[in-house]
């Protein structure tokens, strides 16, 4: 069974900073592809960053600069390190895998995801 857990969401200032986990199960970060999603109130799920097999990442503009993806293969866990916060980075945050090489930014070419932990930025 393939699980992602996600996790260290919460409430905090503009221009502070938070890291997002994701702990996976059934899956090996290392060997596939691994994206952060998010989804404001009223908007669309959106590509935010993502990691290869190889390590090389991807960053949507609007948290390029600010974000940071991660991973720690010993645990098999990606992290999200996220800096600078803006109240537009509202938003639940999910974790999720593509088994292959490539990064997409689509949500539909993921073929796992975990359950989300919400992030809230007060400005």
């Known amino acids: 069974q393939v699980q992602l857990v996600e996790s260290g969401g919460g409430l905090v200032q503009a221009g502070g900073s938070l890291r997002l986990s994701c702990a996976a199960s059934g899956v090996t970060f290392s060997t596939n592809a691994t994206g952060w999603f998010r989804q404001g109130p009223g908007q669309e799920r959106e590509f935010v960053a993502g990691?290869?097999?190889?390590?090389?990442?991807f960053y949507a503009d609007s948290v390029k600069g600010r974000f940071t993806i991660s991973s720690y293969n010993a645990k098999n866990t990606v992290f999200l390190q996220m800096s600078s916060l803006k109240p537009a980075d509202t938003a639940v945050y999910y974790c999720?895998?593509?088994?292959?090489?490539?990064?997409?930014?689509?949500?539909?070419?993921?073929?796992?995801w975990g359950q989300g932990t919400q992030v809230t930025v007060s400005s």
């Open positions: 990691i290869s097999r190889s390590g090389n990442s």
């Open positions: 999720a895998v593509r088994r292959g090489i490539v990064v997409p930014t689509i949500d539909s070419d993921y073929n796992y």
